[in-house]
T-cell receptor
Framework: RKEVEQDPGPFNVPEGATVAFNCTYS??????FFWYRQDCRKEPKLLMS???SGNEDGRFTAQLNRASQYISLLIRDSKLSDSATYLC???????????FGAGTRLAVHP | EAQVTQNPRYLITVTGKKLTVTCSQN?????MSWYRQDPGLGLRQIYY???????DKGDVPEGYKVSRKEKRNFPLILESPSPNQTSLYFC??????????????FGAGSRLTVL
């Protein structure tokens, strides 16, 4: 089993839709989680950090389910500019223990 | 402006010709790291550095070398590049030695093709 698994997508949604991605992780020692956004062929940028059960920032909500070892990202009222790949990143401690998922691609259309 | 600068951004080279990808940051960050990104795979860590003269292997170090002689610079060296090192490379930094506590700031990426 991969350490981090994400549905590669693409998720094709119309503007204004609500969309959710799941990310499952195998290391139960993962302490915190990050969602990064990556535009095509560009560098990843931090979208959200999750240190407890979840986090909310505007239209974006992350929810953590430690028992089932998955974290979800919900995007409400999708914008064209949300089109990107979303990377799930669990952190289990140590200086080289950020494990990047391969990402879920979102395409928002008019 | 806080920046992580990588050079070159694009490079096509041939097997066996040594090359260096430079990474420089102006944020006084202690932690620096190199990743490679390949289709269908997540970012994989090549090497990381906790501070000057302190480096360690990541998950895929074979075929690469690094050095950290100054805090701001962390070059990635391919002594004898091979086609399987064709990839998109990212340098990343963070303020403390614990990436989980701090945001990783990435460079713009270097796309390397080895023929």
């Amino acid at each position: 089993r991969k350490e981090v698994e994400q549905d590669p997508g693409p998720f094709n949604v119309p503007e204004g839709a609500t969309v959710a991605f799941n990310c499952t992780y195998s290391n139960s020692a993962s302490q915190s989680f990050f969602w990064y956004r990556q535009d095509c062929r560009k560098e990843p940028k931090l979208l959200m950090s999750v240190y407890s059960s979840g986090n909310e920032d505007g239209r974006f909500t992350a929810q953590l389910n430690r028992a089932s070892q998955y974290i979800s990202l919900l995007i409400r009222d999708s914008k064209l500019s949300d089109s990107a790949t979303y990377l799930c990143v669990p952190y289990s401690g140590g200086y080289n223990k950020l494990i990047f998922g391969a990402g879920t691609r979102l395409a928002v259309h008019p | 402006e806080a920046q992580v600068t990588q050079n070159p951004r694009y490079l096509i080279t041939v097997t066996g010709k040594k090359l260096t990808v430079t990474c420089s940051q102006n944020m006084n960050h202690e932690y620096m790291s190199w990743y490679r990104q390949d289709p269908g795979l997540g970012l994989r860590q090549i090497y990381y550095s906790m501070n000057v003269e302190v480096t360690d292997k990541g998950d895929v170090p074979e075929g690469y070398k690094v050095s950290r002689k100054e805090k701001r610079n962390f070059p990635l060296i391919l002594e004898s590049p091979s086609p399987n090192q064709t990839s998109l490379y990212f340098c990343a930094t963070s303020r403390s030695g614990s990436p989980g506590a701090n945001v990783l700031t990435f460079g713009a990426g270097s796309r390397l093709t080895v023929l």
